[in-house]
Structures are given as C-alpha cells and as structure tokens.
Nanobody, 121 residues
C-alpha cells in the first residue's frame, strides 16, 4: 500500500503566503504525476497544479503566476508554494499521486487526507 501524508497549510491574511508538502511512502517503484487538488465548501474538487516525473507542470488558470509546484523524486515528495493568496483560495488541499508499485508493477492513484488552507482578514 501507498500512503500520502500532507503537511503545512494553515491560516493567512489575503496577500500572504503558505506552503504545503506531501510525502509518499510504501512499496513504490515510481511515481508518475503528482499533484494538488482543492475542495472549497460546497464546491467540487478541482485541480490546482500537477507535475510529471520529468518536471513538466500544469496549473489551473486561477493560480497561475501565484502558485508554484515542485517535487523531489528521491524523497517521493511534492510541494506547493502559494503566494498572493486570496480568500477564494480557501479550501482543503489534497495531494494526489499516480504510483507504480512493486512487485506487480500495478499502477494506482492515491490521495492524501487533505490539509486546510484558510485565507481571511
């Protein structure tokens, strides 16, 4: 089994910065795409940013230029730096990973439990 554990997040005033981290553990052969999703109260979960194993990135239009996703393949970790935060960024942020596991090379998608980000004055 693979587990994703998020850390970071918290509360900040508009215009502030926060970061969230996620580390994957388990019997991992490789991690393909890693990403961050968020779900605000009463809304559907949406993609925030994703990064491939080679470093190619994809951002939601609403966060482009403000958020930066990165990863450390040796640590099986993904990070999200969030700058110029807005109240609309308030949500639970979830880590997501597309993992190929040993011993059968099975490929599955895993989710973290989520971490709260609140932007409020």
């Amino acid at each position: 089994q693979v587990q994703l554990v998020e850390s970071g997040g918290g509360s900040v005033q508009p215009g502030g910065s926060l970061s969230v981290s996620c580390a994957a553990s388990g019997i991992i052969r490789s991690i393909n795409v890693m990403g961050w999703y968020r779900q605000a109260a009463g809304k559907q979960r949406e993609l925030v940013a994703a990064i491939s194993s080679s470093g190619s990135t994809n951002y939601a239009g609403s966060v482009k230029g403000r958020f930066t996703i990165s990863r450390d393949n040796l640590k099986n970790a993904v990070y999200l730096q969030m700058n110029s935060l807005e109240p609309e960024d308030t949500a639970v942020y979830y880590c997501n990973a597309d993992v190929t596991s040993f011993p059968d090379y099975s490929r599955n998608e895993y989710w973290g439990r989520g971490t709260q980000v609140t932007v409020s004055s």
